[in-house]
């Protein structure tokens, strides 16, 4: 089979860059050990998950986080960790104009 053909690209970038590296256009960084332990390390940061945290909340509030997660199609832990990095990162924000949203930030 072609190798064109067994290949999927996601838009033109992606072709090119794939058809760049097929060239043999790319070089080797002087420091690619270090830059490979610098990744490493910040993607395994960035998904453990290995500390533990106790809060109390409202049977109110946890039933309704439960609803919401099933509605979300998660875990309710999962849920509360997702909205937790997202204030922390920024990517919440206070809507005020009254219309449920997913977390995908469309309205439901």
């Known amino acids: 089979m072609d190798k064109e053909k067994e290949l ?6 992606e072709k090119e ?11 080797r960084s002087k420091e690619e050990e270090k830059e490979k332990k610098y990744a ?9 998950k290995n500390k533990r945290m106790n809060i109390r909340i409202s049977e109110r509030d946890l039933r309704s986080l439960k609803i919401r ?8 832990q999962t849920l509360v960790s997702m909205i937790i990095h997202k204030y922390l990162s920024g990517k919440l924000k206070e809507d005020t104009s009254g219309e449920k949203h997913n977390l995908t930030g469309n309205t439901t």
């Open 40 to 48: 490493k390390e910040a993607a395994e940061g960035t998904v453990r």
């Open 8 to 13: 999927t690209f996601i838009d033109e970038e």
């Open 17 to 27: 860059l794939i058809e760049s590296i097929e060239r043999d256009e790319w070089v």
């Open 69 to 76: 997660a099933l509605e979300e199609g998660l875990p309710y």
